[in-house]
């Protein structure tokens, strides 16, 4: 019913003769499509089978009579667009020998310019009053939207509503995938490449069980597939969506609780401790008392070190909760079996400061006994050398580190626990690197700051078992937050240093916290951004005639400059800076030898200094929410009360101020959790930061879905406790195995 043009070029197109059944869901798509082609969508999608390419859905769908709104088209983006031609005319170049064709298309509100260079044929093609889809990167000439050289298809003039044909009806009346497309792969040549192997394609098994397909009244999978990318009329993809949607879900949910069962059928030593050893030691000299939460999580830790099976337990808590102690005492509890306890943490200022405080912790008696050492790529080479001797012998009960830890050259006598501190932060295979040094698997406890909606736990973490700590420790004095709206208040900003001023006067100490180090260069020590950040050492791009982002070098020499702080002991800490330093500025700090730190989000988790009173962030709205939770949570951790000044520049309305308003609204990071989830929309929920790579969910939306998640995890676990499990499901296992193919593999295998 359409006619081509443009530029596509293929190996095989719909009009090719596909014999059905020339294709399964696991057929490779150079196969399908041929070898060039398939090489676009690796490289555009990352797809290499029949299955991932038609789990490529349409984004949205449009109508052969609707017109886009054309005038609000972003610049530099690939776009894909339906449009009537209304004038089109060719001209001469000026400069050198040829022509150019310009065709202008309409939504009837706007106007777009396609521009092709010696194409005279394209005059000929688009004749004004046709309509069609164009495809192409948005540019700007002369203060006008143009497309040069986009692809197109024009709609097909020989298929007139008022033949009255039904066909061309039909045909008229069919809703028009529109999917997410490249440069170099138009949405039409995507439909195209779907339809060649949909009409190949051989009978599929249903990867739902027939009483849950039946229950939940869902379509056969090969006609959700089928309609989904072929609709005819609305409802059918709508419907076709439903099914595929609660099939991912599925699929996902089996495919954890697998993994789940799995691990338990491996054997490994089980660690408790002794009467009268060190955890029983540890606990009669601590001087203070351990919350309900923490007692609750320590006993279901303990109950898992037990078991002859690896513990894999995930231990959420909020900021300030003390799931440090809690993690100090599965160590104790591991050194009394005689075993040695790793823990991962993601920057060295955290190792370093979580081996200050497990060092107090212990006091002088214990810790002379455990040894507990760091180990992190900065060290001296003669520190390092003793640090890995330490390790090896089992000298050092307790290894704090960093990456360093998952070098090939360090070794264990006996490791018995793995500790990962905020997870999100490391990848897939840095943690796997770290379980294999153990003579039998070891039990592995998480640990998270960042509080975890209930639909995300199950959806990323449903292999883990997950305890929660809520409880904050008596005594604490509370923090107070405000937001600073410059754009609405830029005078309010001389105020926010008088109020850092004035806590300093009372004796106390404060961060000013900035997203770069420079101008331009954003600080993250970690391997993974949380919350969509710029990789470490990225550049931040702002807008047009943005002010520049606030800079650590720029806020320090701003402070020092300040009559109100010419007594004040005010010192940077960042990324950059060698690990001596870092680590000297942190303890003087501690030791209250400096009055303020200016620094980047090296300070986001672990840091614990009780006379800390203020927290100014500079620039908030380029922070995530759950990152200015933590970062908030430095303050505040004693009897002196917490002041978070959130400082930003968003205007009214945006996204960006809604984040940090919602921040500054609670303290209840499990609320801010959920609040940031639908602010995000998913973003990187099982993106790069949590899986290993971009994010695997197709249609499934964690915000939106918790009670399809629920559900479908119900039925799972109904259809795997049944006779034979999951080997009695071979389509749904097919589909659980490929699953496991795509990119969250790493993470569902090994996390």
């Known amino acids: 019913m359409t006619e081509r043009r443009g ?35 690796e490289r555009g999608f990352g797809h290499r089978t029949v299955g991932d390419l038609l789990a490529h859905y349409p984004r949205r769908y449009a109508m052969r009579g609707e017109l886009t709104a054309l005038a609000t088209l972003p610049l530099d983006e690939n ?54 889809i164009f495809a192409g990167k948005v540019s700007d000439y002369k203060g006008q939207r ?18 009255g044909d039904a066909a061309a009806k039909r045909w008229a ?11 170099t792969l138009a949405s039409w040549q995507i439909a195209k490449a779907i339809a060649l192997v949909l009409d190949g394609l051989a009978p599929l098994d249903d990867p739902l069980p027939a ?41 996902l949910q089996t495919a954890l609780l697998e993994r789940r069962a799995e691990l338990r059928t491996h054997t490994t030593a089980a660690r408790q401790p002794v009467p009268g050893g060190l955890l029983e030691r540890f606990d009669a000299a601590l001087a203070f008392t351990l919350t309900g939460d ?11 070190l037990g078991e002859p099976v690896p513990m894999n337990r995930l231990v959420q808590g909020e900021v300030g909760s003390g799931k440090t102690v809690v993690a100090l005492r599965a160590m104790l509890a591991v050194a009394d079996s005689g075993g040695q306890s790793a823990l991962l943490a993601p920057t060295e200022v955290l190792a370093g400061q979580h081996l200050r405080s497990i060092a107090k912790m212990l006091g002088p008696d214990l810790a002379a006994e455990l040894m507990p050492t760091l180990l992190t790529g900065q060290l001296p080479v003669a520190e390092r ?40 932060r490391f990848g897939v295979e840095q943690r796997e690197a770290l379980r294999l040094k153990g003579q039998s698997p070891p039990h592995v406890l998480v640990l998270t700051a960042t509080p975890i909606p209930r639909t995300v736990a199950m959806t990323v973490f449903g292999d883990l078992d997950v305890s929660t700590i809520r409880e904050l420790p008596a005594g604490r004095a509370g923090i107070t937050s405000q937001v600073v709206p410059l754009s609405i208040r830029p005078a309010w900003r001389p105020r926010v240093w008088e109020r850092l001023a004035e806590e300093l006067a009372l004796g106390r100490q404060g961060f000013v916290v900035c997203p770069a180090i420079e101008a331009k260069v954003v600080e993250d020590e970690g391997p993974g951004a949380p919350d969509g950040r710029p990789e470490a050492s990225g550049e931040v791009a702002p807008a047009a005639n943005a002010a520049p982002v606030a800079s650590v070098a720029v806020v320090l020499a701003e402070l020092r400059a300040d009559p109100r702080f010419a007594e004040v002991r005010i010192a940077p800490l960042h990324g950059r800076m060698p690990a001596d330093e870092k680590d000297a500025a942190m303890r003087a700090f501690s030791a209250g030898q400096i009055d303020v730190l200016v620094a980047t989000t090296v300070i986001e988790v672990g840091v614990d200094v009780p006379n800390a009173s203020a927290m100014v962030v500079v620039d908030a709205d380029r922070f995530g929410v759950s990152q200015l939770h933590q970062l908030r949570g430095r303050v505040g951790r004693g009897s002196v009360p917490g002041l978070c000044l959130l400082v930003t520049a968003a205007v009214p309305g945006s996204l960006a101020l809604q984040r940090v308003e919602a921040v500054a609204a609670t303290l209840d990071g499990f609320e801010l959790a959920q609040a940031d989830l639908e602010l995000r929309q998913e973003g990187d929920v099982l993106g790069a930061t949590q899986s290993g790579g971009r994010s695997s969910l197709k249609l499934l939306r964690v915000a939106r879905d918790g009670d399809l998640i629920a559900e479908a995890r119900d039925m799972a676990q109904e259809v795997l406790a049944e006779g034979g499990g999951l080997a009695a499901q071979p389509a749904l296992e097919a589909a659980v195995r490929r699953r496991l193919d795509e990119e969250a593999s790493g993470y569902l295998s090994k996390g």
């Open 294 to 304: 923490q007692l609750e999580v320590g006993g279901e830790i303990a109950r898992d």
């Open 211 to 251: 009483s849950v397909r039946q229950a939940k009244s869902l379509l056969a999978h090969a006609d959700a597939l089928e309609l989904v990318h072929r609709p005819e009329r609305d409802g059918d993809w709508k419907r076709a969506r439903g099914t595929l949607r609660f099939t991912e879900a599925f699929v």
């Open 173 to 183: 009346e069919s809703p028009i995938p529109i999917y997410p497309a490249t440069a």
């Open 7 to 41: 530029t596509e070029r293929r190996d095989h197109t719909a009009g090719d003769e596909i014999a059905p059944g020339s294709f399964t869901l696991d057929s490779r798509l150079s196969g399908a499509l041929g070898g060039r082609t398939a090489k676009a969508f």
């Open 146 to 163: 143009q497309l040069a050289h986009p692809d197109y298809e024009l709609f097909d003039d020989a298929t007139p509503l008022e033949a």
């Open 79 to 132: 776009i894909t667009i339906i449009a009537e031609v209304i004038e089109v005319g060719e001209r001469s170049m000026r400069a050198r020998r040829g022509s150019i064709v310009e065709a202008k298309i309409t939504d009837g509100t706007g106007v777009l310019t396609l521009t092709f260079f010696n194409q005279r044929w394209r005059a000929a093609d688009l004749r004004p009053g046709r309509r069609g």
């Open 385 to 424: 050398k003793k640090a890995l001797l330490r390790a090896a012998a089992g000298q050092s009960r307790i290894v704090v580190g960093t990456h360093a830890l998952l070098g090939d050259n360090v070794s264990f006598a006996d490791l018995g626990l793995v500790v990962v501190d905020e997870q999100h």
